[in-house]
C-alpha cells in the first residue's frame, strides 16, 4: 500500500514491526510451551465446524477456503453485539458503519467492497442471513444476538452461494431449532447508560413442529452531542426480532418458515469538523463526538425479511433444498455536510427496497464425488431520493431577480431494477486418500433498468418542496442494460496426513454494472448507457494444519488477485458552472480502474496448558492501482492515467489480534474465562485519494472476565472494550472547496464497560 503521509516511513515500519515482534513472540510461547503441550493428554482444540461449502457441516480444517469462523461461545465470551466488531479478528477485513449512519454497512475484504451505499450500486461483499442474501447495505450491520454461527469468507464467492459476490462473504446463522423447550433472558448494562434486553426460546408444538422466537432491543445514550439541536450524538435506539417455525413433516421432508424484523431508530451521526469554517469562522470542537449539525435528529431505518426452507432427502446421495424469501426496507434520514446550523450543505435523504429471491440446490454426496448445482432467481428494486441544499448560493442575476442570493436545492430521484438468473455448480472427486479436485463454474444473466431524474431549483423558502424558480435540468432519463458472464472455479487439495492440509484454488468473481444515479446527464450525455461490470481472478494457496498432538493450529493462506475494469467515480470532464463561476470537474461511475491486490492472511491458535490458550491473527495485503483514467484538466477531451495518485480505500496494510485467554473449573461454583487481546489496524485511506481524513495505524485493548454457574443456568460477564480510550477515525467526508470546507470525520467507539447477566431456563 501506497504510503501518503498518513504515517512516516519510520512510523509504518514501528508499527507493522510491532505486530510482527507480537507474532514471533507468540511463536516463541509456543514453542517454549512444546513439553507441557506434550505431557498434557487431554488439552485438546475443540473442532471448528463450519457450513461455507452449503453440504452440511463440515470440519473448517478440510475446507479449502479462506475462513474466519465464530461460534455463539465465542461471540458471548467477547460480548460481540455487531458484526463490525468481527473486523478486529478476520484478517484484512473492514467491517464499519457507514459514515453519518448507524446501521448502514460499508464491507471491504481482500480490497473490494463498496462503500457508497446510493441506491443502483451491488455490494462487493455478500451478507447472507439464514442463507438470504441482502442485497442493500441498508441495516445490513446486523446485531448479533440468538446466533449460531457468523462466517466470514474471504474472496470471491459464486459457485457456492446464490448471489455472486466478488470480494466475499458474511454468513449468518442464527440459532439453530432443536425441538427441546428452553429459553434465556440476556441483560446487558453499561457505561452512558446502555441498557440491551434480549429474550429468546423455543419448544416443540407437537413432536414434528417446533417453534422459536427472539426478540433483542439494544440503547444506549449519545457518545457526544448534537450541539445545535441539544440531542444525543452516536446514540443507538434498536429494536429487532425473529421466528422460526419449523416442521419435520417426515423423515425426508422438512419445513422452516423463518421471519425478521429489524427497527432503528438512533439520531443520525453528526460529524467533527476537522477545519475551521471557511466562511463562519467556526472553530474545531474539542470533543470528536460532537458536533453543531443542524439538519434535524429525526432518522429511521426499517427492515423485514420472510423466508421459506425446504428440504427434501430424494435417497441417501441426493438433497434437493429450496430457499424463497422476500424482503424489504426503507430508510430515511439527513446527512449534514457542513455539520453547521447553517443551512449551507445538507441533505435529507430516503430510500426504499424490496426483494424476492429463489434458489435451488441439489447436493449429491457418494463414494468418491460430492457436488452442489443451484439455480438462483432475483427481482429487485430499489429507490430513492436526496435533495442536496447548497445554501445561499444562487446570485439573483443568474435567474433574472434582484435580490443578490437565494438558496438552491438540488433534487435527485430515481429507481434502479435488477433482475438475475443463475446457474452455478461445485463438484468434488476425491481421486485418492491424498488428492482431491474441485471443478465450478456459474453462468449469469443480469438485468439492469434505471430510471433517473435531478434537477437544480431556487426555493425562496429553502424548502425542497418549494419549486420556486427552475434553474436546471441536470438528468431526465430510463434506460435497460443486460450483462452476463461465467466464473470458474478451480481447487486442487492434498492432504499430507489427517491433521494437515494444502490448497491451490483459482476463482473468477464478477458484479454487475448498472447506472449512476448521481450522473450529470445535461454535462455527460453518455451517463445514460451506465457502467459495465468489473471481474476479479484470485489465485491462493493455503495450508490448514493440527499440530502437537492438536493443540496448535496455523491456517495460512496466500493470494493474488487481479481487480479489473474498476467501477470508480472519476472526472469525464470540465465544464464551467455559472453559478460557482469555476471550472468544475464533471464526474461519473466509469470503468476505469485497475488494480493488483496479493497478501497473506494467518489464524492460528493454540492451547498453552490446560487452562491458557493464545490466539494470534494476522493479514498483510499490498496493493497497487495499475490503472485509472481520468479527464485531463490542461486538455480538453483527452483523458490522462493517475493510477500512482491512487490506492484502494477501507484497506489496512496491516491487520491482527494477539489474544490470551485463561479457562478453568472453580470448584463447586462453575467456572471462569477471562481474555485480554489487543487488536491491530494498520493506516488506511477512506477514499482513493490521500486527504486529511485518513487514519493512521492504530492499537484497541479489549478484555473480557466471564463466570458459569456450576449448572451453566446463570452467565455473568464483564467486557471492556477500547480500554485504554483511543481517538480513531472510520470514515469521513473531505470537500475542502465547497461551501465552508467540508473535511469531516466520524470515529470509533470510545471506551465503553458493561456488565452482562444472562438466565438461561
Do not use: C
Not at 501506497?2 to 514471533?24: D, E, F, I, M
Not at 425473529?242 to 425426508?252: G, L, M
Not at 428494486?381 to 446570485?395: C, H, T, W, Y
Not at 490521500?690 to 492504530?698: A, K, L, Q, T
Amino acid at each position: 500500500m501506497k504510503n501518503y503521509g498518513a504515517k512516516t516511513p519510520a512510523q509504518r515500519v514501528g508499527a507493522a514491526g510491532l505486530l510482527l515482534q507480537s507474532l514471533v513472540a507468540a511463536s516463541v510461547s509456543v514453542a517454549v510451551s512444546q513439553p507441557s503441550l506434550a505431557q498434557s493428554s487431554d488439552v485438546l482444540l475443540e473442532e471448528v465446524l463450519v457450513t461455507a461449502q452449503r453440504r452440511g457441516e463440515q470440519n473448517l480444517q478440510d475446507v479449502p477456503i479462506s475462513i474466519s469462523a465464530f461460534g455463539a461461545h465465542e461471540l458471548n465470551q467477547s460480548g460481540i453485539n455487531t458484526i463490525v466488531e468481527l473486523q478486529r479478528s478476520a484478517p484484512n477485513v473492514t467491517l464499519e458503519p457507514t459514515r453519518g449512519t448507524n446501521s448502514t454497512l460499508t464491507a471491504f475484504i481482500r480490497g473490494v467492497g463498496q462503500q457508497d451505499p446510493l441506491w443502483g450500486f451491488e455490494p462487493g461483499v455478500g451478507v447472507y442471513l439464514d442463507d438470504v442474501y441482502i442485497a442493500r447495505p441498508q441495516g445490513a450491520v446486523l446485531d448479533v444476538y440468538d446466533v449460531e454461527q457468523i462466517e466470514i469468507l474471504r474472496g470471491p464467492q459464486g459457485t457456492l452461494y446464490g448471489k455472486n459476490t466478488i470480494g466475499g462473504a458474511i454468513k449468518y446463522t442464527p440459532k439453530r431449532l432443536s425441538g427441546e423447550t428452553g429459553a434465556a433472558v440476556t441483560l446487558t448494562a453499561g457505561n452512558y447508560d446502555q441498557f440491551d434486553a434480549i429474550v429468546s426460546g423455543q419448544t416443540a408444538l407437537r413432536k414434528d413442529v417446533y417453534f422459536g422466537a427472539a426478540i433483542a432491543s439494544y440503547y444506549h445514550d449519545g457518545y457526544g452531542e448534537l450541539l445545535t439541536l441539544g440531542e444525543d450524538n452516536y446514540n443507538k435506539e434498536v429494536v429487532t426480532g425473529r421466528a422460526n417455525i419449523e416442521w419435520q413433516v417426515s423423515d425426508k421432508l422438512t419445513l422452516r418458515l423463518a421471519y425478521d424484523r429489524t427497527k432503528d431508530t438512533s439520531n443520525p451521526k453528526g460529524g467533527h469538523r476537522m477545519t475551521v469554517g471557511a466562511i463562519t469562522g467556526a472553530p474545531v470542537l474539542n470533543d470528536v463526538f460532537d458536533s453543531r449539525a443542524g439538519v434535524g435528529d429525526d432518522s429511521e431505518v426499517k427492515t423485514q425479511g420472510g423466508a421459506l426452507h425446504i428440504d427434501y432427502q430424494l435417497d441417501d446421495a441426493l438433497e434437493l433444498r429450496s430457499i424463497s424469501a422476500y424482503r424489504d426496507g426503507s430508510s430515511d434520514g439527513p446527512i449534514d455536510f457542513d455539520n453547521l446550523a447553517s443551512n449551507d450543505f445538507d441533505v435529507p435523504g430516503s430510500l426504499k427496497d424490496h426483494q424476492y429471491s429463489q434458489e435451488f440446490q441439489l447436493l449429491y454426496n457418494r463414494d468418491s464425488w460430492s457436488a452442489l448445482t443451484g439455480l438462483y432467481y432475483f427481482n429487485g428494486e430499489s429507490s430513492g431520493r436526496f435533495d442536496a441544499i447548497l445554501g445561499q448560493s444562487v446570485p439573483g442575476s443568474v435567474i433574472g431577480l434582484p435580490m443578490p442570493y437565494i438558496p438552491l436545492i438540488q433534487t435527485t430521484t430515481g429507481t434502479a431494477k435488477t433482475r438475475s438468473a443463475s446457474v452455478f455448480s461445485d463438484v468434488t472427486y476425491t481421486i485418492n486418500p491424498e488428492w482431491a479436485i474441485t471443478v465450478g463454474g456459474r453462468y449469469t444473466y443480469d438485468k439492469k433498468q434505471g430510471e433517473v431524474f435531478s434537477e437544480q431549483f431556487g426555493s425562496l423558502s429553502g424548502n425542497p418542496d418549494d419549486h420556486d424558480i427552475p434553474v436546471a435540468t441536470l438528468s431526465d432519463y430510463h434506460n435497460d442494460e443486460t450483462f452476463s458472464k461465467v466464473t470458474p472455479r478451480l481447487v486442487g487439495t492434498y492432504t499430507f496426513n489427517e491433521d494437515s492440509m494444502t490448497y491451490l484454488s483459482y476463482s473468477s468473481g464478477f458484479k454487475s454494472g448498472g447506472f449512476d444515479m448521481r450522473g450529470n446527464q445535461l454535462a455527460n450525455p453518455d451517463t445514460v448507457n451506465g457502467f459495465d461490470p468489473e471481474t476479479v481472478d484470485t489465485y491462493e494457496i493455503g495450508l490448514k494444519s493440527q499440530l502437537l498432538d492438536n493443540r496448535l493450529r496455523v491456517n495460512l493462506a496466500a493470494f493474488y488477485s487481479d481487480y479489473s475494469d474498476m467501477q470508480v467515480v472519476t472526472a469525464v470532464g470540465y465544464q464551467t458552472n455559472a453559478i460557482l463561476g469555476a471550472t468544475v470537474p464533471v464526474q461519473n461511475v466509469e470503468n476505469v480502474g485497475k488494480a493488483t491486490l496479493q497478501g497473506v492472511e494467518l489464524e492460528s491458535l493454540a492451547q498453552l496448558t490446560e487452562s491458557w490458550s493464545l490466539k494470534v491473527n494476522a493479514g498483510y495485503i499490498n496493493t497497487n492501482i495499475d490503472k485509472w483514467e481520468t479527464a485531463d484538466p490542461t486538455n480538453p477531451g483527452q483523458f490522462i492515467d493517475v493510477a500512482n495518485e491512487r490506492d484502494i480505500q477501507n484497506t489496512p496494510e496491516w491487520t491482527g489480534i494477539v489474544a490470551l485467554a485463561y479457562d478453568a473449573g472453580l470448584d463447586g461454583i462453575g467456572g471462569v474465562h477471562f481474555d485480554v487481546s489487543g487488536s491491530y489496524r494498520d493506516s488506511v485511506i477512506m477514499f482513493e485519494q490521500p486527504s486529511p481524513i485518513d487514519e493512521s495505524g492504530y492499537w484497541l485493548l479489549n478484555a473480557n472476565i466471564v463466570w458459569y454457574s456450576p449448572n451453566e443456568h446463570w452467565t455473568i460477564g464483564l467486557h471492556g472494550k477500547n480500554l485504554t480510550d483511543k481517538e480513531y477515525r472510520v470514515a469521513g467526508y473531505y470537500f475542502p472547496t465547497t461551501g465552508e470546507g467540508e473535511v469531516i470525520g466520524y470515529y470509533g467507539a470510545p471506551r465503553t464497560v458493561a456488565i452482562r447477566a444472562e438466565f438461561a431456563f
